[in-house]
């Protein structure tokens, strides 16, 4: 430790926990970073109590406010400059595409509004690495082009509670038990235009036994959370992530090819 520190923007939608490790990983220097800034999009979030407390600025954009307001009257909606609605759609595998075309039209332009007003809040704030830490919105290819504004260069890191590509979506903790699975655990990854399908960084994993509950398998895959997302994070700083695309051979003429994460 002890290189130069990056800067990092947190975005978060709850407690804040994985927030409270990386600001506790910055205070004891377990990582060169310092975080800049915290948003969230709810106003009632208690991890903003954890970054005022360390004297970290914060934000909110208020999602909910933002869809209601659409929902009342859609055509008087102003949409920020750069929204093509095409161009998301045809990058985006967040939602199928068979969804009803107006429901399609609805949830991207109410996402491009908020998180415009994300964007504009964070601008305030220079940052190296956005860290979702919670934060229970999923990004549009117009959020994630405005960050990751150099191609090949992936600047939003997220961390997920199952062993991707099993269990994407809000619950994968609760997915894993209800599979049956005897091993869970965390991933962290880039992020990219489909749910939580980015390249992965890192990933832990922990035995469960079958006296196990929802609430313990939560509680050991915290516990890893902790440790693996601001060793991810360090990586980062250190410079020694890079996305490359990797093909790969499946045998009678067919291949594959997917980018994954190099750690030097």
């Known amino acids: 430790m002890g290189g130069k520190k990056i800067r990092i923007g947190a975005l978060i939608s709850g407690g804040g926990t994985n927030l409270q490790a990386i600001i506790d990983a910055c205070v004891q220097n377990k990582i060169d970073a310092r975080i800049v800034f ?71 332009e109410t996402r ?52 991707l590509p099993a269990f994407p979506g809000t619950d994968g903790y609760g997915d894993t038990l209800r599979y049956g699975c005897r091993v869970g655990g965390c991933t962290v990854h880039f992020i990219d235009y489909g749910e939580d399908s980015g390249p992965i960084i890192g990933q832990k994993s922990f035995p469960i036994s079958d006296t196990d509950t929802k609430e313990s398998v939560i509680r050991k895959g915290l516990h890893l959370e902790w440790q693996l997302y601001p060793e991810s994070i360090q990586k980062f700083a250190e410079g020694r992530l890079s996305v490359v695309e990797k093909n790969y051979d499946l045998g009678n003429s067919k291949s594959f090819s997917r980018k994954i994460v190099v750690c030097s």
């Open 112 to 163: 491009a509004i908020a998180e415009r007003s994300l964007l504009d809040a964070m601008n305030q704030y220079p940052f190296d690495l956005l860290v979702l830490a919670g934060f229970m919105r999923n990004l549009t290819p117009y959020f994630i082009d405005e960050i990751n504004d150099e191609p090949g260069r992936y600047r939003i890191m997220n961390i997920h509670p199952a062993l």
């Open 38 to 108: 915290v948003g969230t999009d709810n106003p009632d979030a208690k991890g903003l109590a954890r970054a005022e407390k360390a004297n970290i600025p914060t934000f909110v954009t208020d999602y909910s406010s933002i869809i209601k307001e659409y929902g009342e009257n859609p055509d008087a909606a102003i949409l920020p400059e750069g929204f093509e609605l095409a161009d998301i759609m045809q990058k985006q595998f967040l939602i199928s595409q068979d969804t009803e075309p107006e429901k399609l039209k609805a949830f991207f």
